[in-house]
């Protein structure tokens, strides 16, 4: 099944303590993105990635960090969390340059106290 | 960089009555508008988009018109049912300058039975 998955789905932290959230999608996409949703804001770009090796920053990069060694793979990662990060995350992938679709992964509840 | 906009930020109808909700862009070269669903607690899913070089799209009761002179685009629905309830986020690119989509704040849809 053509799927985004995301862990874990649900996550309670302190604040300073490093934490990873993975993304993983088997579609062979070549865009992947992650976005932050808060309410009365709607979905915010965090950083994004066009390729392997390739990523760049979204509009509230500030306190994270990505990488993309795989194709399949484009994990969140959060040297420092701060109570300001607590959010709804989503990964997101698509095909590539061509814009089509993308398809969302189930979402990341985080709290960091 | 791109600004997307939507209002109003909620919009109750009656079930068989026609919804229609507005988004507004700032960035005269995006040429790329998709219409996000998300249904609570679920993750945001494409239902139609729209490219600059149309006017106008429809897929069943749902349908995406575009003005590039004033830089607005629509999303309507017809025939609501209650399974319409959701949030809806509108996006803009321009996907030739760039691969970062910008979402407006997301409208929150009720049709009332």
């Known amino acids: 099944e053509a799927q985004v998955t995301q862990n874990p789905r649900y996550l309670i932290t302190v604040t300073g303590k490093k934490l990873t959230v993975t993304c993983s999608q088997n579609m062979n996409h070549e865009y992947m993105s992650w976005y932050r949703q808060d309410p009365g804001l709607g979905l915010r770009q965090i950083y994004y990635?066009?390729?392997?090796?390739?990523?760049d920053k979204g509009d509230v990069p500030e306190g994270y960090k990505v990488s993309r060694k795989e194709k399949r793979n484009f994990p969140l990662i959060l040297e420092s969390p701060s109570p300001n990060q607590t959010s709804l995350y989503f990964c997101?992938?698509?095909?590539?340059?061509?814009?089509?679709?993308?398809?969302f992964g189930p979402g990341t509840r985080l709290t960091v106290l | 960089g791109e600004n997307v906009e939507q209002h109003p930020s909620t919009l109750s109808v009656q079930e068989g009555d026609s919804a229609v909700i507005k988004c507004t862009y700032s960035?005269?070269?995006?040429?790329?508008f998709p219409w996000y669903k998300q249904e609570l607690g679920k993750r945001p899913q494409l239902i139609i988009d729209i490219r600059s070089n149309v006017g106008e799209k429809k897929d069943q009761r749902i349908a995406v018109t575009l003005n590039k002179t004033a830089k607005h685009f629509s999303l309507h629905i017809t025939e609501t049912q209650p399974e319409d309830s959701a949030v809806y986020f509108c996006a803009a690119i321009d996907t030739g300058a760039n691969s970062k989509l910008t979402f407006g704040k997301g409208i929150t849809l009720s049709v009332r039975p």
């Open positions: 960035d005269s070269a995006s040429n790329y």
């Open positions: 990635s066009m390729n392997v090796e390739v990523t």
């Open positions: 997101a992938s698509s095909p590539g340059l061509v814009w089509v679709e993308q398809f």
